[in-house]
């Protein structure tokens, strides 16, 4: 893969890894670290991703037996295009008792 191919993937897939709980794998000069992807993002426009110099994103980690889950987005034409708004859900059962839900929303701003 190219340099940048996982962090682009990760903009796009960002909030289905988000709800099955995914974590990432940071390569740096100090050695490779391990994060839950939620903390990989900030909130900075600039800098919204929470990576040190020289640091990138390698692998990406599901847990071994992911809940159901699906993504749903909203967008101006049907390909190219980034979501206006998408959202993500995860959920697990055991029988018709909702045991975990996990939501994920885009396009949305936390400023004031």
Same mark, same amino acid.
């Given at each position: ?5 996982? /962090?682009? *993937? ?14 990432? /794998? =940071?390569? &740096? !000069?100090?050695?490779? %670290?391990? =994060?839950?992807?939620g903390?990989?993002?900030?909130? /900075?426009? $600039?800098?919204?991703?929470?990576? &040190? ?5 390698? #692998?990406? %980690?599901l !847990? ?6 699906s993504?749903?987005?909203? $967008?101006?034409?049907?390909a190219? /295009?980034? !979501?206006? +708004?998408g959202? +993500?859900? +995860? *959920? #697990? $059962?055991?029988?018709? =008792?909702?045991?975990?839900?996990? =939501?994920?929303?885009?396009? *949305?701003?936390? +400023?004031?």
């Open positions: 893969m190219r340099a940048g191919v996982v /962090d682009e *993937l990760l903009v796009y897939l960002a909030p289905a890894l988000l709800v099955l709980q995914a974590e990432v /794998d =940071i390569a &740096g !000069p100090t050695g490779v %670290r391990r =994060i839950p992807l903390e990989l993002y900030v909130e /900075d426009g $600039r800098a919204h991703l929470a990576l &040190g110099p020289g640091e990138i994103v390698v #692998s990406v %980690r !847990p071994a037996n992911p809940p159901a889950s993504y749903e987005k909203v $967008r101006v034409r049907g190219i /295009d980034f !979501p206006l +708004a959202v +993500a859900v +995860a *959920l #697990s $059962r055991s029988g018709a =008792i909702i045991t975990q839900l996990r =939501i994920a929303l885009t396009g *949305l701003t936390m +400023a004031e």
